[in-house]
């Protein structure tokens, strides 16, 4: 088997979740689960590493927000702009997450990975899911479903394939 060579920026994700670069060089993969117990230990696992992409993604909240402008925003509009965005969270918002902690969460990198035919099930044991790949390959005929679960799926490379029908 040929050793398996990643982007900078899919070993900097796979670093951040705790992943080594020998281990995904060896196998192409690494999967581990950790407990987290605040807010702050989630947010260094799956908060954007590039200044540019938590501004952009603050921006598309920000967009969401100004168009229901007068509204309430839900608490998971708030969350994310903490953990993908630049926002920090409210001492009330925080107390209402601080719920939800300790947290198990299902970390996995992979190099390189071709969806199977038909459905990837994520979940439905509710433990949230962090998915890092440099290259995830979705054939015609595969697809993911999460069920009662959190999932957060970063690829450096997605490719995915797609006949229409005839």
């Keep these: 088997m040929a050793k398996f ?6 070993y900097a994700r796979a670093a951040q979740l705790g992943h080594s ?7 192409g993969h690494q999967a581990t ?14 908060q954007p590493l590039d200044p540019k992409l938590r501004e952009a ?3 598309q909240l920000d967009a969401v927000a100004n168009a229901t402008a007068g509204q309430e925003l839900p ?6 702009g903490y953990l993908f ?10 107390a209402h997450c601080a719920t939800s902690f300790p947290l198990t969460l299902s970390l996995a990198s992979m ?11 994520v979940g439905p044991n509710g433990n949230p899911a962090v998915w890092n790949y440099d290259t995830l390959n979705i054939p015609d005929g595969s697809w993911i479903t999460t069920q009662t679960t959190n999932f957060t799926l970063t690829a450096t490379h997605l490719v995915m394939q797609y006949t229409p029908p005839t």
């Design 5 to 10: 060579v990643g982007s900078k920026e899919f």
């Design 21 to 27: 670069r020998a281990e995904i060089d060896s196998k």
């Design 33 to 46: 689960t950790v407990v987290l117990h605040s807010m702050q230990e989630l947010k260094k696992l799956v």
């Design 57 to 59: 993604r603050q921006a």
């Design 75 to 80: 608490l998971e509009h708030h969350v994310n």
């Design 85 to 94: 965005g630049t926002r920090e969270l409210s001492a009330e918002n925080e």
């Design 111 to 121: 190099g390189t990975q071709t969806l199977p035919p038909g459905e990837t099930l």
